[in-house]
């Protein structure tokens, strides 16, 4: 055998050249999406700005974008003199804002469970309403309406019997969809569907029980969900959850990448999957079980929005999570100003609004997910 010919000044820098020329070709893709991703998140800051400022012009009293914003900094930062009326004051900031932000954390909140529950157990179709859990949590929160349970706690009584409630359901949820010591997607569905069933008819119950006084007719309000009559302090907690549970999530960005390869490759890759997985159920229970308290029972905003976001930026939860965020924020606004202005000056639950975007979208992910699985197979 030949003994290799020795490398030349002239070829050894030429070896060089084409070893850093590969390397900036294989990183021009990523730092390609690097940016694709910035545009992305400043779109939609900058549109979730402007959802903000219309949802709270748009109402009876007209109002200027310019004076919303002033009237909004004037409590921050007190101005020299006021050039609004008490009245358009009172509307800006006492009605309209507290109302838009907690419909935006909301939103926010229940798309991060939606994708939290996706990577959790592995399926495209988990989400909050439909695992059952947003039902779980209802009936905790009818408890605590229509029954007194949990008053000793004051304020934070709805939030702790919805966040029980949610986490109850879930853990039924979860057992019924063990087979062979693992999850089934098909036992995983329809176990939601039936858990989402029973606690709709416990909470049915419950309300007919309560009769027919202006309680019952407020859960029954309530259970379709809204946020007519938000107040600066219903924000307070839902926020503090919110940044925690966001907070822990993007913290744990790498290991819900690694949930979706399988149990066994999150194992090798040195997940301790049987914790991690308790600690989602944890904070998805607690995100949805304050979100419904402050709310009721809103679908189809962790299935839809999730989705949707892979479509610009893969299944890497760095990227998912933080414009999940956004997108929920800015969708649920917008369903909560359709449910105001589309029988002003009666208002529409805005639960309706949801459903009536969810459910097609819920089909077409079906038949999606089965032409996919049939193209894979053949």
């Known amino acids: 055998m ?36 910035r545009l992305l998140m400043v779109s939609l800051l900058i549109t979730l700005v402007v959802s903000i400022t219309l949802a709270v012009i748009i109402g009876p009293v007209p109002i200027e974008p310019l ?12 101005p020299q003199s006021e050039d609004w009326s008490p009245a358009q004051a009172q509307i800006v900031w006492l009605i309209r804002f507290p109302r838009v932000l907690l419909a935006g954390c909301v939103g926010a909140g229940l798309s991060v469970v939606g994708l939290t529950m996706q990577a959790l157990v592995r399926n495209p179709l988990a989400d909050p309403y439909i695992l059952g859990v947003s039902s779980g949590a209802s009936v905790g929160a009818v408890l605590v309406l229509l029954f007194g349970v949990f008053s000793f706690l004051g304020v934070y009584a709805l939030s702790i019997g919805a966040f029980l409630g949610a986490q109850f359901s879930f853990i039924i949820v979860f057992l019924l969809a063990q087979r062979s010591g693992g999850i089934s997607n098909t036992r995983l569905i329809l176990a939601g569907v039936a858990v989402s069933y029973l606690f709709s008819a416990v909470t049915s119950f419950l309300t007919i029980k309560a009769g027919t006084g202006q ?6 309000f309530w259970l ?5 009559g938000a107040k600066w302090t219903d924000l307070t907690l839902p926020v503090l959850t919110l940044g925690v549970g966001l907070v ?4 744990q960005a790498r290991m819900l990448n690694t949930l979706l390869m399988g149990e066994e490759t999150a194992m090798t890759l040195g997940t301790n999957t049987n914790r991690f997985r308790k600690q989602l159920f944890l904070v998805t229970s607690l995100l949805t079980g304050v979100m419904v308290a402050v709310s009721g029972a809103i679908g189809f905003v962790g299935l839809m929005m999730p989705h949707i976001v892979r479509l610009f930026v893969g299944s890497d939860h760095r990227r998912v999570l933080p414009m999940s965020i956004l997108m929920g924020a800015i969708f649920l606004i917008w369903a909560d100003v359709l449910a105001r202005v589309i029988l ?8 309706i609004i ?6 097609p979208f819920f089909i077409w992910l079906m038949r999606w997910k089965d032409k996919a699985v049939g193209g894979s197979g053949s």
């Open 2 to 37: 030949d003994a290799p010919e020795p490398l030349t000044p002239s070829k050894r820098s030429h070896q060089k050249t084409n070893i850093l020329t590969s390397a900036r070709l294989r990183r021009q893709p990523r730092a390609g999406k690097q940016i694709h991703f």
């Open 67 to 78: 004076r919303v914003w002033q009237i909004a900094l004037s409590k921050i930062f007190p």
């Open 215 to 220: 309680a019952a007719r407020q859960v029954l």
């Open 224 to 228: 379709l969900g809204g946020f007519s």
């Open 248 to 251: 822990y999530l993007l913290l």
């Open 344 to 351: 002003a000056p009666e208002e529409l639950p805005i639960g």
């Open 354 to 359: 949801t459903a009536i975007c969810g459910a």
